[in-house]
């Protein structure tokens, strides 16, 4: 059962752009193989940039998610949580901004009539489909939301659209928020969800996809602390990343440059992770002023302000809104965590997740299926499921089974054998050293305890 040791370095490094995109390639394969992420409808031969998440990919999702609301909300008295209605009715588009400018410019291909979107082309003269030149249309701009209609009629008055991101739910939500929760600035409202984009040129796998997950937060704020809120927010959401393992040296806090800014922003900052094909944004960080409650209280008519019983006078707070990505942020831990490495006879893959992040924490591994393990594997089992996300896995040779583990990342294996039946021990082994611990079973959840959240 022990395995031979490491003779290599890693073969796979993130240190630099991978101009050849094996890592990508080899990131999808794995994903297929495993059960992470599957191409949308599948059977029916795909639909285009639409992903499904399976029995490894939902958990790994769901454990980013976690793990966001656990920093922003759970451990916080200053932030509350929502979970608000994606579809929702043209005036709060209307009042936010989205109906008329939430576009990209759109340019047509007159000679194989691809469309693409004009600022992300690397020639903005020649067509990446065919290769013509000066072959495109004047960009016009192109409205991202997906619109549909509530009830059985269509026309104006039944519109509706997807939320193309869940920030809206917050400022909507914030007068009966504020009325309920006892809060009051600084303070802010989150919300994890499904937003929906119709997006020109989706790609890169789940970096850019029509629907995906937003983790969002809204911090609402006295004015003059707005500037001091941002930089602290900044600060934290990059600590967020490099605390679940994502190397310091494939981050960076980019702050955009004065004309990147819309215009009521006095500052955003984008988190980007060094992607295969260059840095790219996980997250945006942006200092919005009191554009957004103001806007919505023209429109809709409801007092958006804060009555300050100190100072004795109503005010717009300004807001400091952090807005990260759930399924883009997976695929930045998923990247971050490939690793290969020699042993003698071979490669190993693995999957070196922050624990909080890996899928499983533990998988119990009978060495055979005879009748006289299986009980006490159950037993084992049963301990800990409980307490951890846990596989049980009683298929294949023991090597080829540590080896799926790896690749799932899969901190601990827990190995059952017929010296179990003896001894009342198990064999622990850990997925980065490969080093294996003989555990007594009444030791077994403190052994774990003191290695894993
Ligand atoms: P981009 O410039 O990549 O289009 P954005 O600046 O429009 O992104 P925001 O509106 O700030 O993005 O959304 C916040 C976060 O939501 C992004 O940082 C990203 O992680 C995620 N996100 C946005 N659009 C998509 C998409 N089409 N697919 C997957 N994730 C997305």
């Known amino acids: 059962m022990p395995e031979r040791p490491v003779t290599a370095l890693p073969l796979v490094s993130m240190n630099a752009a991978d101009p050849t995109n094996t890592l990508m390639d080899k990131i999808v394969n794995l994903c297929k193989r495993r059960g992470v992420i599957f191409q949308s409808a599948d059977i029916y031969g795909g639909f285009r940039s639409t992903y499904d998440y399976g029995p490894i990919g939902s958990l790994i999702l769901r454990n980013v998610k976690d793990a966001w609301w656990k920093t922003m909300v759970q451990v916080r008295h200053d932030i509350v949580g929502i979970d608000a209605a994606i579809l929702s009715p043209p005036a709060v588009w209307e009042a936010s901004g989205h109906l008329e400018n939430f576009t990209d410019p759109l340019v047509d291909c007159k000679e194989c009539n691809e469309r693409f979107r004009e600022d992300q082309l690397d020639d903005p003269l020649s067509c990446p489909a065919c290769g013509a030149k000066n072959s495109f249309t004047e960009a016009r701009a192109f409205n991202l939301m997906f619109k549909t209609h509530a009830g059985p009629v269509e026309g104006s008055g039944h519109d509706v659209y997807l939320r193309p991101e869940t920030a809206q739910g917050m400022f909507t939500n914030f007068k009966l928020v504020l009325e309920t929760s006892r809060k009051k600035p600084p303070f802010g409202i989150a919300q994890i969800g499904k937003s929906f984009r119709n997006e020109i040129t989706p790609g890169n796998f789940v970096f850019r996809t029509r629907e995906f997950e937003q983790m969002e937060m809204e911090f609402f704020v006295p004015p003059e602390q707005a500037e001091e809120w941002y930089q602290y927010w900044c600060e934290q959401r990059m600590k967020w990343y ?34 295969p094909w260059g840095w790219g944004e996980l997250e945006g960080i942006a200092n919005r002023g009191d554009y957004d409650l103001r806007q919505h209280s023209e429109h809709s008519g409801e007092k958006l302000t804060y009555f300050d019983p100190d100072l004795g006078e109503h005010y717009f707070p300004h807001v400091i809104e952090p807005a990260a990505g759930a399924t883009r942020s997976m695929m930045a831990f998923l990247l971050a965590a490939y690793d290969e490495e020699t042993v003698n006879d071979g490669v190993r893959t693995v999957l070196r997740f922050d624990p909080h992040i890996a899928p499983y924490k533990i998988a119990i591994l009978p060495l055979s299926k005879k009748d006289t393990i299986t009980p006490i594997a ?10 951890w996300m846990v596989d049980y896995d009683e298929t294949q040779n023991i090597g080829k089974r540590y080896r799926r583990q790896d ?19 198990v064999t622990v082994r850990d997925r980065d050293s490969m080093k294996q611990d003989r555990v007594g079973i009444d030791r077994l959840v403190d052994y774990l305890s003191e290695r894993l959240p």
């Not at 690749?407 to 021990?425: K, N």
């Open 242 to 275: 490099i605390d679940l393992g994502i190397p310091e040296d494939q981050l960076r806090l980019r702050p955009h440059d004065q004309d990147e800014l819309s215009h009521y922003s006095s500052g955003t900052s984008d988190v980007e992770f060094l992607f």
């Open 378 to 387: 159950h037993q084992v089992f049963d301990l800990v499921k409980e307490r």
């Open 407 to 425: 690749e799932l990342g899969t901190p601990y294996c827990v190995t059952i054998d017929f010296e179990t039946l003896e001894d009342q021990s």
